[in-house]
Structures are given as structure tokens and as C-alpha cells.
């Protein structure tokens, strides 16, 4: 079993930046997919970025070159540094862990940009 917790999500102006973190407990194994997905009201849920044991990483459009994605393997955390945040970047935020093709998802965080 898995288990999955975000923390890091607020209140921002248009232009600030937060930084959102994501630690999995249990058994992870040497090799997983962490990543976060956003979902804003009346939308799917998409791809914001995830990240490889390796380092891979892969982001989604609307974030690249704002967000970063990093992880700290030894704590089995997740990190999301959201700079020159959007208002259309309020959304929920779910962290998710891939481990052995199963997947685990976060109680979510709200992250709110205003204008």
C-alpha cells in the first residue's frame, strides 16, 4: 500500500509563486512516477508535470517553462516550483505516485491566483 500527501497550496497574486510538495509512504520501490495533475472547476484533469526515479521529466504546455518539477528519491518527495503563476493556473492539485503500474492520487491542494 501507498500512501500519498501534499502540502503547499494558498492564495497567490497573478506573478507570484509557490511551491507545492508531495511525499509517498510504503512500498515504493527502486523504480516509480511521481508527478501532479491539476483539475480546475468544470475541466478533466490534466498533466502538469511528472518526473521518473531516473529524473525524466515531461510537462505539460501550459506550464512549461514556469514550473519545475524535482524530487528528493532518499524522501520519496515530490517537489512543484510554480513561478509567474496564472490566474487559469487555479486549480486543484493532485499529486500522484506510479508504483509497479498502480496508481496512487493525493487528497489534493488548492492553489489559488488572483488577478
Known amino acids: 500500500q501507498v500512501h500519498v500527501v501534499e502540502s503547499g497550496g494558498g492564495l497567490v497574486q497573478a506573478g507570484g509563486s509557490l511551491r507545492l510538495s508531495c511525499t509517498a509512504s510504503?512500498?515504493?520501490?527502486?523504480?516509480?512516477?511521481m508527478g501532479w495533475y491539476h483539475r480546475a472547476p468544470g475541466n478533466q484533469r490534466e498533466l502538469v508535470a511528472h518526473i521518473t526515479s531516473g529524473g525524466w521529466k515531461n510537462y505539460g504546455d501550459p506550464v512549461k517553462g514556469r514550473f519545475t518539477i524535482s524530487r528528493d528519491n532518499a524522501k520519496n518527495t515530490v517537489y512543484l516550483q510554480m513561478n509567474s503563476l496564472k490566474p487559469e493556473d487555479t486549480a486543484v492539485y493532485y499529486c500522484l505516485a506510479v508504483v509497479a503500474g498502480r496508481e496512487y492520487w493525493g487528497q489534493g491542494t488548492q492553489v489559488t491566483v488572483s488577478s
Open positions: 510504503g512500498s515504493i520501490g527502486s523504480f516509480n512516477v
